[in-house]
């Protein structure tokens, strides 16, 4: 199948490029992500055909370019190109060997995934930008990237009806990634999508799950002002079966047991992880600062969110049974509000804070606990879903780093991790890890101190490795990601220093690190160029960084014709 590179490009970007001849200039569009690349020696492209044949071979030598999109790029990369680039070798079942950076030393340094689009998957089936995807992760696959991170949304797959499946356009998209040979992590998303941070679309939960919180508001977390969050649903009703006829455990077990038989012969070749979603943002955390409607705005402490009838019924036993039933009314009145700051609600403050006192010390415990029972709840579904398949199983933990200068940790303790100046909360939350097996997987490992408001008493890195020691000492598995797109050397090297272990070091390297996220931004030439440097690094960690550096420098050269497709073809998105 012939392709046709221009028209590809023009058709994506939702109008064609003007035809032009002769080498002429590159489409603005273009040239506004890349320049033109020095030319260098031949590429080596080998292409797999069906029956097992392999053609092994160089490109031929420096020839005249007359394409108006590659007419500035290497002019011997235009063969590589069509053989990598085009949709009809995915699609004719021609597999794609080109090992990329650093593929063939499996088990040194700490491998990367890449994070797709929120909204790769498209409602009633199909693919977003699909010919942008082609290309996007060949140019991962090239630069050594190991797989790729996908929401598998309960919202887009369970839409219309209860146990009713479409699970149509991940089909496509894990044979995709089978085909290029790229792993993925499949993230089971309960949650909606839409209002947090780096949400980009909204995808809302299963309308017959909607419904049912329409009939008794109570399934949604509730604050103690009466405001409702429809992001998730509470977990105090875990148990109990308001989800016609079903418990949300229930729900989200059968979810789960589906895609293992939807997609049992990938699992542990190409799907190689489960990250189990267990809260917003997929987070085992409560709403506490949702920025939708501008509700919280950084650095605001949250607020706790017990206030529906089945929290609150949990709450009035657990006074009772603690002896002192009038804590069982609702949680704290003095905490502020969500943009409150720790000394602003004496609940929080520094001295003669509520959170120090026996009350406190009890509310925070069982606000915690439930956040930990809910886990163990749905790790326990999941573990019984996936053992044997091959897959590991993770769990992301939010990495809320603001106040944690503070005694009380005030937005750590509304999102429901009882962690202050005396007592760890990132503890119960690793053993609990550690009973099923599970990797604690952790945000903000690209923060340093320095970078963040001072006032805020910000200390990202103390965070990490209070997690990082929590994570060991229960004997679990620690990956990371990073909270927010960065594009910068700073914060390439932080991850790098966090992810990987320097001789002499006494812990453990991470298990994976998931680069957030995949965009037209990361294909931007000076982008580009940084992540490929940055995941050579962390795949060949100890090495000198000026030789990672001018051997990462080839493979950008070597991916150039895809990144430029994929940067055109995403920004039509």
Request: hydrophobic share 35%; with cysteine; aromatic share 10%.
């Amino acid at each position: 199948m012939a392709l046709n590179i221009t028209s590809q490009i023009g058709s994506l970007c939702g109008s064609p490029f003007p035809e032009q001849s002769g080498g002429g200039d590159q489409p603005a569009a273009v040239s506004a992500l890349w320049k033109p690349v020095a030319a260098g020696g031949n590429l080596r492209c080998r292409i797999r055909q069906p029956g097992g044949q392999d053609l092994d071979s160089l490109t031929p030598p420096v020839s005249p370019c007359r394409s108006p999109v590659l007419g500035a790029l290497r002019p011997d990369l235009t063969m590589a190109c069509q053989a990598l680039m085009s949709d009809a070798a995915v699609e004719e079942g021609v597999e794609l060997e080109h090992g990329g950076m650093g593929t063939g030393d499996k088990g040194k340094g700490v491998p990367v995934f890449v994070m797709l689009p929120l909204d790769t998957v498209k409602p009633g089936g199909g693919m977003n930008r699909r010919k942008a995807m082609v290309a996007s992760l060949k140019a991962l696959k090239t630069a050594g990237v190991e797989g790729v991170m996908v929401d598998v949304w309960w919202g887009i797959v369970e839409r219309e009806r209860p146990e009713v499946y479409d699970w149509s356009g991940y089909d496509d998209l894990m044979e995709m990634a089978r085909r290029i040979g790229l792993k993925v992590q499949a993230v089971m998303s309960f949650h909606k999508c839409g209002g947090n941070v780096g949400d980009s679309c909204t995808i809302p939960l299963p309308r017959w799950a909607v419904e049912e919180m329409e009939k008794d508001p109570d399934l949604s977390y509730t604050d103690q002002w009466g405001r409702r969050n429809y992001e998730y649903i509470s977990l105090g009703c875990d148990t109990i079966p308001v989800l016609k006829g079903r418990t949300p455990v229930q729900c989200y077990a059968d979810f789960m047991r589906a895609f293992r038989d939807r997609f049992a012969t990938l699992l542990g070749s190409t799907i190689v992880e489960i990250q189990v979603g267990m809260g917003p943002a997929g987070e085992l955390r409560y709403p506490s600062y949702p920025e939708l409607h501008g509700t919280w705005k950084f650095p605001g402490i949250g607020a706790f969110q017990c206030y529906d009838r089945y929290m609150l019924a949990s709450l009035r036993a657990a006074a009772e049974s603690a002896g002192h039933p009038e804590w069982g009314n609702g949680g704290p009145t003095d905490a502020g509000g969500y943009n409150s700051w720790p000394e602003d609600a004496p609940f929080f403050r520094r001295e003669n804070g509520g959170w120090d006192g026996d009350y406190g010390q009890f509310f925070l415990s069982w606000y915690s606990g439930l956040l930990l029972d809910h886990g163990e709840r749905v790790l326990s579904a999941a573990t019984a879903v996936f053992t044997g398949t091959g897959v590991k199983i993770s769990v992301k933990v939010a990495g809320i780093h603001w106040h944690y200068g503070t005694r009380s940790h005030a937005p750590e303790l509304t999102a429901g991790y009882y962690n202050t100046r005396f007592h760890d909360g990132y503890k119960p939350i690793a053993e609990m890890l550690g009973r099923h097996g599970a990797v604690l997987n952790f945000t903000c490992v690209e923060m340093r101190n320095f970078e963040q408001p001072e006032e805020a008493m910000c200390r990202p890195e103390e965070l990490v490795r209070q997690v990082a020691a929590a994570a060991m000492g229960a004997g679990v598995g620690l990956a990371g990601e990073n909270a927010l797109p960065r594009y910068d050397e700073s914060a390439h090297d932080q991850i790098v220093k966090t992810a990987t272990v320097a001789e002499g070091e006494e812990r453990e390297k991470m298990e994976a690190f998931t680069y957030l996220r995949m965009g037209p931004d990361l294909f931007r030439e000076d982008n580009w160029r940084k992540f490929v440097g940055f995941v050579k690094s962390m795949r060949e960690e100890g090495r000198c960084r000026e030789i990672v550096e001018r051997e990462a420098e080839s493979f950008v050269h070597a991916t150039v014709p895809l990144v430029q497709e994929a940067a055109v073809a995403l920004m039509s998105g």
